[in-house]
């Protein structure tokens, strides 16, 4: 299977001034990130809060400029074109934001968010098609024609995510970066959102890259997952039911809420303090916290390897 979008050595640096007079400081948000996603399946990204997760997402479509490596999409490396070039490329790659109330602008009716992407890319579309284009977006979402004449504050948050889905699909791009997208809804409705995606997916087939902090919904709705610790992938898990390798993957696993009393098990309390993004250690960054560790976790960082199965790992211990 060839793959949509390739990463190769990606990194991303944010510098801040510690106080007024204070040194610069630097944090590498993202480092060193090798990953290929697929074309047609669904990749997904995982970790805890403030892993690189959302800055790894806008990296991929050139929301921001990495600090060093490479964004190949379909072939064509995205630092290499023109502000023109990567305008008409972004009709092929959209983004669905985490928070719906945020990401339509409130002056905006629906009709009009929808046929914003037009707009912005210069396509221009009769009264008679831009009414058709609007019905048929909203169609595709599964909500009325009548929806179009409404503005954000009349909506729901899970009818603001599916305008935000429609939107993302209005151009009809190939790739879909997908934040967090069903975490700021009740859990009814996050179930409506997955499913809708899944339709979707199958339907116009989409290639997705997932990002989630809930390890059980990527396992759930992901092809492949891909776990990150403090800017770094720590572990790729060829398929979901795949047992982890990495000790972090296992913490997350084991973290996960299970409904079924029966199938709850005692979680195991993790000690040792998260290290500073702004100084990180010379070995693994999840050493501090791992039960596994050693001087060389400590002092050595572990190399990516890939067993037969395509199950990627960085640990000098594994599972």
């Given at each position: 299977?060839?793959n949509l979008l390739e990463l190769r050595g990606l990194d991303k640096r944010f510098e801040s001034r510690k106080g007024l007079f204070g040194k610069?400081?630097?944090?590498?948000?993202?480092?060193?990130?090798?990953?290929?996603?697929?074309?047609?399946?669904?990749?997904?990204?995982?970790?805890?809060?403030?892993?690189?997760?959302?800055?790894?997402?806008?990296?991929?479509?050139?929301?921001?400029?990495?600090?060093?490596?490479?964004?190949?999409?379909?072939?064509?490396?995205?630092?290499?074109?023109?502000?023109?070039?990567?305008?008409?490329?972004?009709?092929?790659?959209?983004?669905?934001?985490?928070?719906?109330?945020?990401?339509?602008?409130?002056?905006?009716?629906?009709?009009?968010?929808?046929?914003?992407?037009?707009?912005?890319?210069?396509?221009?579309?009769?009264?008679?098609?831009?009414?058709?284009?609007?019905?048929?977006?909203?169609?595709?979402?599964?909500?009325?024609?009548?929806?179009?004449?409404?503005?954000?504050?009349?909506?729901?948050?899970?009818?603001?995510?599916?305008?935000?889905?429609?939107?993302?699909?209005?151009?009809?791009?190939?790739?879909?970066?997908?934040?967090?997208?069903?975490?700021?809804?009740?859990?009814?409705?996050?179930?409506?959102?997955?499913?809708?995606?899944?339709?979707?997916?199958?339907?116009?087939?989409?290639?997705?890259?997932?990002?989630?902090?809930?390890?059980?919904?990527?396992?759930?709705?992901?092809?492949?997952?891909?776990?990150?610790?403090?800017?770094?992938?720590?572990?790729?898990?060829?398929?979901?039911?795949?047992?982890?390798?990495?000790?972090?993957?296992?913490?997350?696993?084991?973290?996960?809420?299970?409904?079924?009393?029966?199938?709850?098990?005692?979680?195991?309390?993790?000690?040792?303090?998260?290290?500073?993004?702004?100084?990180?250690?010379?070995?693994?960054?999840?050493?501090?916290?791992c039960p596994a560790a050693d001087d060389t976790c400590r002092r050595v960082r572990p190399e990516f390897t890939t067993d037969a199965a395509g199950?990627?790992?960085?640990?000098?211990?594994?599972?």
């Amino acid at each position: 299977m060839s793959n949509l979008l390739e990463l190769r050595g990606l990194d991303k640096r944010f510098e801040s001034r510690k106080g007024l007079f204070g040194k610069t400081r630097a944090m590498m948000a993202v480092s060193g990130v090798d990953l290929d996603v697929p074309r047609g399946r669904v990749t997904g990204v995982v970790g805890e809060s403030g892993c690189g997760k959302s800055t790894l997402a806008r990296l991929v479509l050139r929301l921001l400029k990495p600090s060093a490596g490479e964004v190949i999409f379909d072939g064509t490396e995205l630092g290499s074109l023109s502000p023109s070039a990567l305008r008409n490329l972004r009709r092929r790659m959209q983004m669905v934001f985490q928070d719906p109330y945020s990401a339509i602008d409130p002056r905006y009716s629906m009709a009009e968010a929808l046929l914003e992407p037009f707009r912005i890319q210069g396509i221009r579309l009769s009264a008679a098609e831009a009414q058709a284009k609007v019905a048929e977006l909203l169609a595709m979402v599964g909500l009325g024609a009548q929806m179009a004449a409404s503005y954000p504050h009349q909506l729901s948050g899970g009818q603001r995510q599916r305008i935000g889905i429609a939107r993302a699909l209005a151009l009809k791009p190939d790739f879909l970066v997908l934040d967090e997208p069903t975490a700021s809804l009740d859990v009814s409705i996050q179930a409506q959102i997955v499913a809708l995606l899944e339709q979707l997916q199958a339907d116009l087939g989409l290639t997705y890259l997932f990002i989630s902090h809930d390890l059980g919904l990527v396992r759930y709705f992901c092809d492949r997952i891909v776990v990150m610790y403090l800017g770094r992938i720590v572990e790729i898990l060829p398929e979901p039911k795949a047992p982890p390798r990495h000790h972090y993957t296992r913490t997350l696993m084991d973290s996960n809420f299970a409904p079924d009393p029966a199938q709850r098990r005692q979680i195991k309390r993790l000690t040792g303090e998260i290290p500073s993004a702004f100084d990180l250690p010379k070995g693994c960054a999840f050493a501090a916290r791992c039960p596994a560790a050693d001087d060389t976790c400590r002092r050595v960082r572990p190399e990516f390897t890939t067993d037969a199965a395509g199950h990627a790992h960085a640990c000098h211990h594994p599972l």
